[in-house]
């Protein structure tokens, strides 16, 4: 059974730091890996989607890296700012669960000005 | 891409009553999810919802508490039945086409009382 993790749980940072979120999964067969941020009480916004194919996706100020066969992928943020602040999830789409995705319990990242 | 449209965003009910979530796809898709967020944690998967077919509940959730309808391939709707404060989180539904990138609604806020 997929287990995803992510790492820390919660992070606090000035404003302009570039950081970096984790997160591993025990099952390597993988079809993509996906990172979403989510708001206090809302729905959650996909940031990034890698192939199993691919090793980092870039989209802004984010970028994220894939390592399959090592079982995890960062998400790196450049210059961090305070409308960054939110619960970053990272899920993947595995070989044999079909379209359902299993989900890390999310860190929650606070910029602060 | 996709647009979904989920309502309520939010409601508060008394224990021992039903609430119906509506969920609306600005495109036509084949698997539809829902997903419930209890507070403080990560998504859980409640069922997978076909259109023509009965929807496929995870372990731990069944069709008596969670009835769900999917009368066409854009719209869908999930009850939670007979409510109790442990059904108080944030229900969410999500399309995605296989292996392709999941798009999420702005979730439903249920508090019960």
């Known amino acids: 059974k997929q287990e995803v993790t992510q790492i820390p749980a919660a992070l606090s940072v000035p404003e302009g730091e570039n950081l970096v979120l984790n997160c591993s999964f025990t099952d390597s067969a993988i079809y993509n890996l996906q990172w979403f941020r989510q708001d206090p009480g809302k729905g959650l916004t996909s940031l990034l989607l890698i192939q199993s194919s691919q090793r980092e996706q870039t989209s802004g100020r984010l970028n994220a890296s894939l390592d399959k066969s090592s079982g995890r992928s960062t998400l790196y943020i450049a210059a961090s700012q305070p409308g960054d602040s939110a619960t970053y999830l990272c899920a993947v789409s595995g070989e044999t669960s079909g379209s359902r995705l299993t989900f890390g319990e999310g860190t929650q990242l606070t910029v602060n000005p | 891409s996709a647009v979904i449209s989920q309502k309520p965003s939010r409601d508060i009910c008394q224990r021992g009553t039903s609430l119906t979530i509506q969920c609306q796809v600005d495109?036509?898709?084949?698997?539809m999810f829902w997903y419930r967020q209890q507070p403080g944690q990560s998504l859980t998967l409640i069922a997978t919802a076909n259109q023509g077919s009965e929807a496929t509940y995870e372990s731990g959730f069944v069709i008596d508490k969670f009835p769900i309808s999917r009368p066409n391939l854009t719209f869908s709707t999930l009850t939670v039945s007979n409510m109790s404060p442990e059904d108080s989180s944030i229900y969410l539904c999500?399309?995605?086409?296989?292996?392709?990138?999941?798009?999420f609604g702005q979730g439903t806020r249920l508090t019960v009382v």
């Open positions: 999500s399309v995605r086409r296989v292996n392709t990138e999941a798009f």
């Open positions: 495109s036509q898709v084949t698997m």
